[in-house]
């Protein structure tokens, strides 16, 4: 059994408005599938809203809503410890 290199598999359903839209965009760009077109929209989507694609080596406990290293540190030891925050 081979590992797709793609990775993980995602159906979606469009509208007929959407996938026009999809087609045109994929045929001025010269992309070689919808596929293609999906992955680079979304892509784009997400540096545009400040997501950065993942690299494979970041790890969940990396993100946070806290900006001070400090708290973010004293947030994460009270949770591995299993203190309650107040």
């Known amino acids: 059994m081979s590992i797709d290199p793609r990775g993980e598999r995602l159906q ?3 509208t007929k408005e959407e996938f026009t839209a999809l087609d045109e965009w994929r045929f001025t ?3 070689p599938s ?3 077109a999906v992955r680079e929209l ?3 989507g997400l540096i ?3 997501f950065a694609v993942s690299d494979g080596q970041t ?3 990396d993100f946070s809503l806290l900006d001070d290293p400090n708290l973010q540190k004293s947030s994460r030891q009270k ?3 299993g203190s309650r925050m107040s």
Do not use: D
């Open 12 to 14: 979606i359903m469009l």
């Open 42 to 44: 979304l892509r784009r």
């Open 48 to 50: 545009a809203e400040g």
């Open 34 to 36: 919808r596929a293609a």
């Open 79 to 81: 949770v591995k410890t």
């Open 59 to 61: 790890k969940s406990g």
């Open 29 to 31: 760009r010269r992309m």
